[in-house]
């Protein structure tokens, strides 16, 4: 039974890691079943055994990538001074992952389609509204914004993380982009957390 469990598991890895690589490079429509199949090796009775349609294997590919990022923002997180800086930062690192190909097509670009809106947002909010969260408590510890404030700056600040996200995503000119919307965030950071700063 280990054994079994074992292999399936194997199996259903192969089968996204290939999505994930094709759904990066040529976007989920011009993405074939047959590409999958042949790109993983895996037979497409082993694939309909794991997932019930390709929109199934594109949500577990875009659940798989969203976490994947969500690690790399924490990691990019990690040594800061304080909360304060660490959400900081890690905003930052979200924003550029905005130019990364699988971000920006499978998690930017197609998902909102592919999967619909309010899952979409359902995915984003498990993976990524946590640490936003953690890094406004941090802020409201030192005062810099009201504890009830913390749950709906929040959504606030993940939605405008999103869509500087798909603004450079979409732009024709993603490194100018990228820039605009760091010099952007920053702005509405230090408005946000820095005008109730208190000295020392």
Known sequence: MDGRLAKGQSTRELLVAAARELFARDGYEATSIEAVLHQSGVSRGSLYHHFTDKKALFEAVLIR????AVQLTVKAARGSADGVEALKAGCL?????ARDPT???IVLIDAPSIVGWVR?????????????????????KKGLLPEPMIEPIGHILLAALNELALLIAMSRDPRQAEREAIAALDLVLRKLLGAQQRPG
């Open 103 to 105: 971000i920006s097509r």
């Open 93 to 97: 690192a979200w924003i550029k992952l």
């Open 65 to 68: 990538v969203h976490a994947d």
């Open 120 to 140: 979409w947002r359902q995915i984003d909010e498990q993976h990524s509204f946590g640490v936003v969260k953690a890094g406004l408590r941090a802020a409201a």
